[in-house]
């Protein structure tokens, strides 16, 4: 679907999506109690229906409301085929989870999942005993577990999550385990993951971010679990305000373990006027300057960092370029091909991305099936010089399904 956004100045209040990250990792551990876990304020993204899905093949009951979701775990498994949809969480984590099972799980995705290199999960649960397989290192994966815990080294440079999925996992296994990880990235996702899991009456002691000490034989207990508000989808609305707006961002918690509240930081230092006050953010044009960003930790700001640094006044250097090439798109390429379009010039020298501000251009441009490139075209359409034409826009629903509607809602013209 191309979704035309035109220049438009926008106003109001509105309230953040939920955390796709939470929601997944909430679903996770609820399969994983014996009993009945209600998760309130759920994001009802394309993810998390994979997740949703996931948790049905392995033996859950969910029931779905507008508001809760009702998940009864500790059932027995339904589907030997598992699809993980296009999630990159999910079928890192659920890996892990299926290797409990006795039985023989294929694990599968769609569309760019399929090209994303797999052999970092394989390589992992090897080390546990469980029997893998892929296909030239990619989709499927074919594990036959159990998982009965140990010792293993894993590379976090790439990603946190599988590290997720196995401190998901391995409390369940009969002995105890001992993970060994190098070069940890993303290490506040590991917080947020450790948050839930001790909701979920799950104990795990760390070493720093090094060595992860998980005691086996653990019981999953039910939980009333209540899912906080998106940073990272909250970042849009934030520079959305920035570049051509006066909002207020309701839901946003102060004390969040998500790394993407980094973006409060990026705004500061742009100079942005911002009035973060409890779990409410004020947010309003003003005259923006270039800034310097580590997003090393918190690699899905860079669409709407590149966005805000097309708005401010000399060149904004972002640095973390290497977390980019395995996300739905090779993100960095995708944001230097499409901005250019827009007339923004962006270099890459290393690990470090230059944006040179100005004031973007109409244009037609591609999301390359990427739901973050797609939004951050959008919000810097709002004040761009023209009308902005994004291809394949639909692709938002990965995340945050209800982004353009809540554009309009503050006022943005957008037209389908």
């Not at 049905?56 to 969910?62: C, I, N, S, T, Y």
């Not at 699809?83 to 969480?89: A, P, T, V």
């Not at 720093?208 to 990272?232: A, C, H, L, M, N």
């Not at 860079?302 to 401010?312: K, R």
Request: glycine share 10%; net charge neutral.
């Amino acid at each position: 679907m191309e979704r035309i956004t035109e220049p438009s100045r926008i106003k109001g209040h509105i309230k953040a999506p939920t955390s796709k990250s939470m929601t997944q990792r909430a679903i996770a551990a609820a399969l994983l109690a014996g009993g009945e876990s209600v998760i309130h304020d759920p994001s009802y993204c394309d993810d998390s229906l994979a997740a949703m899905s996931i948790a049905v093949g392995l033996g859950a009951r969910v029931v779905p409301d507008a508001r809760e979701l009702r998940i009864t775990g500790g059932g027995i498994l339904k589907e030997p085929k598992i699809n993980c949809g296009e999630s990159g969480l999910a079928i890192r984590m659920f890996s892990p989870i299926a290797s409990l099972y006795p039985s023989e799980i294929i694990m599968t995705g769609a569309n760019s999942l399929r090209n994303r290199p797999m052999n970092m999960i394989t390589e992992a649960l090897a080390q546990f005993g469980v029997r893998c397989s892929t296909n030239d290192g990619h989709l499927p994966v074919v594990i036959r577990g159990p998982l009965r815990g140990g010792k293993c080294t894993i590379d976090g440079s790439v990603s946190s999550q599988l590290l997720t999925g196995l401190l998901m996992a391995l409390p369940l296994a009969p002995g105890d385990s001992d993970i060994n990880v190098i070069n940890l990235k993303s290490k506040p996702y590991i917080d947020l993951t450790l948050e839930v899991l001790r909701s979920f009456g799950i104990t795990v002691e760390r070493e720093g971010y090094e060595r992860f000490i998980i005691p086996g034989g653990q019981k999953y207990k039910p939980s009333d679990f209540t899912v906080e508000g998106d940073w990272s989808g909250g970042a849009f609305l934030l520079v959305a305000g920035a570049i051509n707006g006066e909002i207020v961002v309701e839901g946003l918690r102060r004390d969040s373990r998500q790394s993407d509240m980094g973006i409060l930081k990026a705004l500061y230092a742009a100079g942005a006027d911002v009035d973060a006050t409890g779990n409410q953010i004020a947010i309003k044009h003003s005259g923006l300057r270039a800034f310097d960003f580590d997003a090393t930790e918190s690699p899905d700001l860079f669409p709407p960092l590149v966005a805000l640094a097309s708005y401010c006044e000399g060149t904004s250097a972002i640095k973390g370029v290497s977390r980019l090439a395995h996300k739905e798109s090779d993100r960095g390429k995708a944001l230097s091909a499409e901005f250019a379009k827009m007339n923004i010039s962006i270099k890459t020298e290393g690990d470090v991305m230059y944006v040179n501000g100005g004031r973007p251009s109409a244009a037609h441009v591609d999301s390359h099936d990427d739901h973050r490139i797609a939004m951050a075209a959008a919000v810097t359409a709002l004040g761009a010089d023209g009308k902005v034409h994004i291809r394949d826009s639909h692709c938002v629903g990965k995340s945050y399904p209800g982004f353009f509607d809540d554009l309009r809602s503050l006022g943005a013209v957008i037209h389908e």
